[in-house]
């Protein structure tokens, strides 16, 4: 992988200036492949930059509380007691994989947080008692957790598909489909088990052995743990300073949801926010803790946020021009009942790459595929998945993600991408296995 974090160090920019760059490479394309004249290009890029603000509070909301619920007291102590339990160095590095996966099933925001934390307390841990840690490796196998997190319960395509009135709604017929025919489909549960088990297994073969040469937490890296608690002087201290405030909000939130789904309600990108949120306010001692974990997390969404217009605007040009219809047909001009879901996978990896966000990817590429898979006669949850498995895929070679993980470790892409590229071969492997055996 040498070559290939040479060409990384010297010429990929910050992910900022990636998105700026990929803006600036999709309008060529659109010039070059379509009929789009210039001017055209120029408004379609103008009036996409608004057209994802609803979709983008959600995902700043996931990023937002999973980074609030990872750094709540109790999941801080049990991150503690989780980095304690590995006694060699190839068991660090697998079992720091094996829980950023299960995180990243139950929401990517928590994942990406609990990848950095976890990785980070091995290490300092792992110091502690005389084990030679290769911390990068460590911080990729972290975000290699990623890897299946549209597999989960915070599986942002699966989740539009379900949810009525959504941009899915037509291609699927008018009907949202259930999350049970997609994530939580027998097949797709295999598949995400498959997964975690095969990219443990070449973690383990790739990682340092003793007498390799590694690089180690130099420092005590970990965070001086506060729980912003403030003076009480007056009245209003104690009631920022009462639990019962935090907790009576919290548990009518649980009230509304148990509510939503004995009626009938389904899952959806605003449910799974819900119960996150629910869970931090009867987590949190208090209001002080909860402003206080708010202000650190928000530190972390900030420049995502700032770069979800400019791949919105990407999205913009790249529907409006019908780039997208040029790749997926590409793709879909090749591809039969059995191997549609394949090549989908593959288009939607490629898409990735200039649209990293899922739900974003799904708006541009989701009723395309759908419409696609309908005309072959493909099942849905297939197409759906399958945009699914190639935008998780590619995101271990796409910095978009990478980002908090890599702020928490304080560690640059190029430090972990031979690792995570590992990791996309891996799952690639299996990925397109389950789909052609779904497809047969």
Known sequence: MRPLNHVVERFIPSALVFSIVLTFIVAALGLILTDTGPT???????DGLSGLLAFMTQMALILLLGHMLANTGPVRRILGFLASLPRTELTAYVFVFVVAA????????????????????????????????????????????????HMGYSASGPLTAATEESFLMEPLGGQPLPIT??????????????????????????????????????????????????????????LDASR???????????????????????????????????LILLLVKNPFELIHLTKNAASNVGEILLQFPLYAGILGMMVSSGLVQVFSDAFVSISNTTTFGLFAFLASGLVNFFVPSGGGQFAVQGPIMLSAGADLGVDPAVTIMAVSYGDQWTNMIQPFWALPLLAIAGLKMRDILGYTTIVLIASGLVYAGTLLIVSL
């Open 40 to 46: 055209d290009l120029v408004v379609h890029w103008g």
């Open 102 to 149: 299960i995180a990243s099933l139950i929401t990517w925001g928590l994942g990406l947080v609990v990848g950095g934390l976890l990785a980070r307390e091995v290490a300092y841990q792992g110091r502690e008692r005389g084990l030679m840690l290769h911390f990068p490796m460590l911080v990729a196998a972290g975000f290699g957790g990623f890897v299946v997190w």
């Open 181 to 238: 025919e997609t994530v939580f489909s027998s097949w797709n549960m295999i598949a995400a088990a498959v997964t975690i088990l095969v990219v443990a297994l070449a973690l383990y073969l790739v990682a340092p052995r003793r007498g390799d040469r590694v690089t180690e937490l130099t420092v005590d890296a970990r965070e001086q743990v506060k729980d912003g608690q403030e003076e009480i002087v007056t009245p209003a201290d104690r």
């Open 244 to 278: 019962i405030v935090t907790g009576l909000i919290g548990l009518a939130l649980v009230v509304y949801l148990v509510l939503h789904f004995v009626q009938g309600g389904t899952l959806t990108l605003d449910t799974v926010n819900w119960s996150f949120l629910a």
